[in-house]
Nanobody
Framework: VQLQASGGGLVQAGGSLRLSCVVS????????TGWFRQSPGKEREAVAA????????WYADSVKGRFTVSRDNAKTTFYLQMNSLKPEDTAVYYC?????????????????WGQGTLVTVSS
């Protein structure tokens, strides 16, 4: 299983970006997928997750109301729409596929990872 994240870039505060993560291989449609981020000197933190059927979602408090996670199982792709971006959202964003019984909010609850895409929000 391979994950390819894209969509990062430089944006001004208040702007928007949409991250995509294309998954190749099996085990996509039935598995929860998530987005994490890591900024320099900080631990990797969970940002959002979405269940295999796309109906259940979870968001970190810091992004609720601004970020939206979605997926298209036919395209084996999931997304993170980020609106009203803030400088503190600056980080490398990673996409991941959760282990069958992994904890959604913990990085060790995921077993497949993308390479990361850098999001920089200027003030």
């Amino acid at each position: 299983v391979q994950l390819q994240a894209s969509g990062g870039g430089l944006v001004q505060a208040g702007g928007s970006l949409r991250l995509s993560c294309v998954v190749s291989g099996r085990t996509f449609s039935s598995r929860t997928t998530g987005w994490f981020r890591q900024s320099p000197g900080k631990e990797r933190e969970a940002v959002a997750a979405i269940g295999g059927n796309g109906q259940s979602t979870w968001y970190a408090d810091s992004v609720k109301g601004r970020f939206t996670v979605s997926r298209d199982n036919a395209k084996t792709t999931f997304y993170l729409q980020m609106n009203s971006l803030k400088p503190e959202d600056t980080a490398v964003y990673y996409c991941a596929i959760r282990k069958p019984w992994g904890e959604i909010t913990r990085s060790d609850g995921y077993e497949y990872w993308g390479q990361g895409t850098l999001v920089t929000v200027s003030s």
